[in-house]
C-alpha cells in the first residue's frame, strides 16, 4: 500500500507563476516530511521539511504547508523559475521508523518560459 | 558538503549474475540506506544500515542483500540478476536521529542498471 501518494505525476506552470505540488499520507504516525528534488543524472537533493508540530514552514520561495487533519501537505513555489523544472518527491518519517523516509511517487514539474 | 558516490553510473549485466553495487559517503555518518526508483512508484527502500555490519530490511528486500563492513561504504548486492530488477539504484546517508532533522538523507548521483 501506498502509504504517501503524489496523485499528479506531472505539472506545468507558466514562469513567475505559483506552483503548488500536492502531497497526502495515509499513516497518522508520521511525524516529519520533507520535499526532495530531483534533476536528470543526479540524486534527489533535501528541499525543505516541515514536523508535525507545525503547519507552515518557508525558506526563500519555497513554503510547506501541513494539515494533519486532512494528511495532506503541499509545496508552494513562488514565483516559479526555469531552473525549478524538475521531479519533486515528498517524503514523511516517523520516530518509530527512525530516519527511514517513505517517498511519493514524485510529480514532474516543468517551468514554462 | 557531503559527498555519497556510487561506483558505477551505468551497468549492464546478464539473468543470474551476481551483481554489486558501491556506495561510499565521506561525512562519518552512522546511516546508510539503498533505495531503487521506478517511474510511478517513486524511491522504495530496499535495505538500511544504522552502523558497521548491521542491517534491516526495507520494505522491498527480496532478490536482494546488503554488506558493511566499514562506516563509509554500504553494498548492494544482487545474488542472480533478474530483469525485474532492472532500475535506478539510488545510495543515501544521514545522520542518526537526534543530531538533526530527522530524515533529512544525502543521495548519490544513482547507479542506472540494466538486466539482459
Known amino acids: 500500500d501506498q502509504q504517501v501518494k503524489q496523485n499528479s505525476p506531472s505539472l506545468s506552470v507558466q514562469e513567475g507563476r505559483i506552483s503548488i505540488l500536492n502531497c497526502d499520507y495515509t499513516n497518522s504516525m508520521f511525524d516529519y516530511f520533507l520535499w526532495y528534488k530531483k534533476y536528470p543524472a543526479e540524486g534527489p537533493t533535501f528541499l525543505i521539511s516541515i514536523s508535525s508540530i507545525k503547519d507552515k514552514n518557508e525558506d526563500g520561495r519555497f513554503t510547506v504547508f501541513l494539515n494533519k487533519s486532512a494528511k495532506h501537505l503541499s509545496l508552494h513555489i513562488v514565483p516559479s523559475q526555469p531552473g525549478d523544472s524538475a521531479v519533486y518527491f515528498c517524503?514523511?518519517?516517523?520516530?518509530?521508523?527512525?530516519?527511514?523516509?517513505?517517498f511519493g511517487q514524485g510529480t514532474r514539474l516543468t517551468i514554462n518560459p | 558538503d557531503v559527498k555519497v558516490t556510487q561506483s558505477s553510473r551505468y551497468l549492464v549485466k546478464r539473468t543470474g549474475e551476481k551483481v554489486f553495487l558501491e556506495c561510499v559517503q565521506d561525512m562519518d555518518h552512522e546511516n546508510m540506506f539503498w533505495y531503487r526508483q521506478d517511474p510511478g512508484l517513486g524511491l522504495r527502500l530496499i535495505y538500511f544500515s544504522y552502523d558497521v555490519k548491521m542491517k534491516e530490511k526495507g520494505d522491498i528486500p527480496e532478490g536482494y542483500s546488503v554488506s558493511r563492513e566499514k562506516k563509509e561504504r554500504f553494498s548492494l548486492i544482487l545474488e542472480s540478476a533478474s530483469t525485474n530488477q532492472t532500475s535506478m539504484y539510488l545510495c543515501?546517508?544521514?545522520?542518526?536521529?537526534?543530531?538533526?532533522?530527522?530524515?533529512?538523507?544525502?543521495f548519490g548521483s544513482g547507479t542506472q542498471l540494466s538486466v539482459l
Open positions: 543515501a546517508s544521514s545522520l542518526p536521529s537526534g543530531t538533526g532533522p530527522s530524515g533529512k538523507l544525502f
Open positions: 517524503a514523511a518519517s516517523s520516530l518509530q521508523g527512525a530516519q527511514k523516509l517513505v
